[in-house]
C-alpha cells in the first residue's frame, strides 16, 4: 500500500496519467505508454478520474492494469459530488477486486452551472465524507490520499479555512496527501509549516507540473491560481515562439524545482506528466542521484 511507502525513509516518486476522454482515443492510445513509463520504476501510478465519473470504466481498468502488468502500486483517483453511495461503492469493489488498494479521495468539481447548493442532499458534499466512507465500509482494504492546495483551493475563503478542511480530511481517515501544482518552492514550505501547525503530520507529496506549451500557462492561471515567478515568467516570456526551445526550459524549471524541494526533505514527488513519457524520463534521468533511497 501507498502509505507504508513513506515509512521506508526514501522519497517516494509518483507519476500521474490520465484515461482518453470520450471519443478522444481508445483505451490503448495509453496503455500503449504504460510499458514507457513502468521502465521509470515508479513508487506508484496515479490515474485520474473524469469529470463527474466519465472516465469510470477506464480509471478502474488502467489502475487495475498497473498494479497486475506492471506490479506497480496504483492510485486510483475516485470523485463523489455527484454519485451515491451505492455507486460509490460498486466502483470500490470493482478496484479492490483488481487488486488495486489505493485510493485518491476527491470531492469532484461542480458540473457547470450548479453550484454547492445543488448539492446540499447528496450522499457526498466534501472529501471528507467520502474518506469517512471508505474507512468505515472498508477498514484497511484501502490506503487513502487526498488532495491539498499549498496556496489554497480555489474556492476556499482563504487558505487558513482550506487547511481546516484539510485537517478534516486527515481526521477522517487520509492517509497522505498529494499537493496541487505549484511554481514557487516557497509558498509550498510555507503551507507545510501551517500545515504541521494545524496538527496535520501525515506525509506530503508535492505535485510538480512541467510547462511544455503556452496554452498550458493560461490554464495553470485560469483553473488553480497557481503564483508565477519571475523566474518563470521571464522563461515563457523568451521562449514563447518557440516551442521546442520552451519544452526544455519547462522541464528544466521542474527539475531544479525537484532538486531543491529533495534537498528540503520532502517526503514524495508527484510529476503530473499529461500523458508524455518523453518528459517523465528526462525528469527522472536528472534526478535519480538526488533522491533518498531509504
Not at 484515461?19 to 506508484?44: A, C, H, R, V, Y
Not at 470523485?79 to 488498494?101: I, K, P, Q
Amino acid at each position: 500500500m501507498i502509505k507504508d511507502l513513506y515509512n521506508t525513509g526514501k522519497t517516494v516518486v509518483s507519476l500521474e496519467i490520465f484515461p482518453p476522454k470520450k471519443g478522444q482515443g481508445t483505451l490503448e492510445s495509453i496503455t500503449g505508454k504504460l510499458e514507457e513509463f513502468s521502465t521509470l520504476s515508479p513508487d506508484f501510478i496515479s490515474v485520474t478520474y473524469g469529470a463527474g465519473g466519465s472516465t469510470t470504466g477506464s480509471t478502474c481498468d488502467i489502475a487495475t492494469l498497473v498494479r497486475q502488468e506492471y506490479g506497480i502500486e496504483s492510485l486510483a483517483h475516485l470523485t463523489c459530488l455527484t454519485a451515491t453511495r451505492d455507486e460509490v461503492a460498486s466502483t470500490l469493489d470493482r478496484l479492490r477486486d483488481g487488486g488495486v488498494e489505493n485510493i485518491l479521495a476527491l470531492r469532484g468539481d461542480y458540473p457547470a452551472g450548479t453550484s454547492a447548493r445543488d448539492y446540499a442532499a447528496g450522499d457526498f458534499r466534501y472529501a471528507r465524507d467520502l474518506i469517512s466512507f471508505i474507512q468505515n465500509r472498508y477498514g484497511d482494504a484501502f490506503s487513502i490520499g487526498a488532495a491539498c492546495y499549498p496556496e489554497g483551493h480555489p474556492q476556499a475563503r482563504s487558505l487558513e479555512a482550506d487547511i481546516e478542511n484539510l485537517k478534516a480530511k486527515a481526521d477522517a481517515g487520509a492517509d497522505f496527501l498529494i499537493s496541487q501544482l505549484f511554481y514557487d518552492n516557497e509558498q509550498f514550505y510555507r503551507f507545510q509549516e501551517k500545515v504541521a501547525k494545524a496538527g496535520i503530520s501525515i506525509p506530503i507529496s508535492a505535485g510538480i507540473m512541467p510547462v511544455v506549451n503556452v496554452r498550458q500557462i493560461h490554464n495553470i492561471v485560469t483553473l488553480c491560481g497557481a503564483t508565477l515567478p519571475r523566474k518563470f515568467l521571464r522563461i515563457m516570456d523568451k521562449y514563447e515562439d518557440n516551442p521546442a526551445a520552451l519544452t526544455e526550459a519547462g522541464i528544466m524549471y521542474a527539475i531544479d524545482q525537484i532538486i531543491d524541494l529533495v534537498t528540503s526533505d520532502v517526503a514524495g514527488i508527484h510529476v503530473y506528466t499529461m500523458n508524455r513519457p518523453d518528459v517523465a524520463k528526462k525528469i527522472c534521468a536528472n534526478i535519480s542521484n538526488i533522491l533518498k533511497r531509504g
